[in-house]
């Protein structure tokens, strides 16, 4: 498997623009992880979805962001409209169970200028 | 929620010497505590990880204790090497099911 895929790497917007991150899990993982890193805050949980439901999106920081998984394969993680201090590496990660590794994606690294 | 406190924020150490990296966390009913390594630049991976129900697990060079009574568990290296050097995050499960929730993170430099 070639792991969890995120795309893009990178991305460079403007304040105000959409924003949306994509991601592969690794197949036959039911469970999908959203997280954000940035030195401040450290590594923050924002959304996960079991079987392509979100669970528990507490960490989602306000009404800009929104996740969506239509399918066991994809999910997106979008920002409308951005701000600078959403500027950040976001993760994705998936894992088999509720208790286990999680495996993480590559990252995104985000600038909102 | 869950809140986990992660100990020290930076440490230095001679190749060769042990390093030790300690969490505290808040929620009793938490009952995962997985540790992972993150290089630079890279993303973060799961080294070694211990359930409630076990006080110590050892792989190799690395071992994990915890003690549920005082809710804290920490993360020993021994021998260390320049290649352990990276940021080192730690985390619980809390009472979300499949919910992590991570300290801070401690950055090790291992000196040659």
């Known amino acids: 498997d070639a792991g969890v895929i995120q795309s893009p790497r990178h991305e460079v917007t403007e304040m105000g623009q959409e924003v949306t991150l994509r991601c592969k899990p690794i197949s036959g993982h039911d469970y999908l992880f959203w997280y954000r890193q940035t030195m401040m805050r450290g590594l923050e949980l924002l959304i996960y979805?079991?079987?392509?439901?979100?669970?528990?999106d507490s960490g989602m920081p306000e009404d800009r962001f929104s996740a969506k998984m239509p399918n066991a394969s994809f999910s997106t993680l979008k920002i409308q409209p951005s701000e600078p201090r959403d500027s950040a590496v976001y993760f994705c990660?998936?894992?088999?169970?509720?208790?286990?590794?999680?495996?993480f994606g590559p990252g995104t690294r985000l600038t909102v200028t | 929620g869950e809140n986990v406190e992660q100990h020290p924020s930076t440490l230095s150490v001679q190749e060769g010497d042990s390093a030790v990296i300690k969490c505290t966390y808040s929620d009793s009913a938490s009952n995962y505590f997985p540790w992972y390594k993150q290089e630079l630049g890279k993303r973060p991976q799961l080294i070694i990880d211990?359930?409630?129900?076990?006080g110590e697990k050892k792989d190799q060079r690395i071992a994990v204790t915890l003690n549920k009574t005082a809710k804290h568990f920490s993360l020993h290296i021994t021998e260390t090497q320049p290649e352990d050097s990276a940021v080192y995050f730690c985390?619980?499960?809390?009472?979300?099911?499949?919910?992590?929730?991570f300290g801070q993170g401690t950055i090790l430099t291992v000196h040659p």
């Open positions: 990660a998936s894992s088999l169970s509720s208790i286990g590794e999680q495996y």
């Open positions: 985390a619980a499960s809390g009472t979300s099911y499949g919910k992590l929730t």
């Open positions: 211990i359930r409630s129900n076990v």
């Open positions: 979805f079991n079987n392509n439901v979100p669970i528990d």
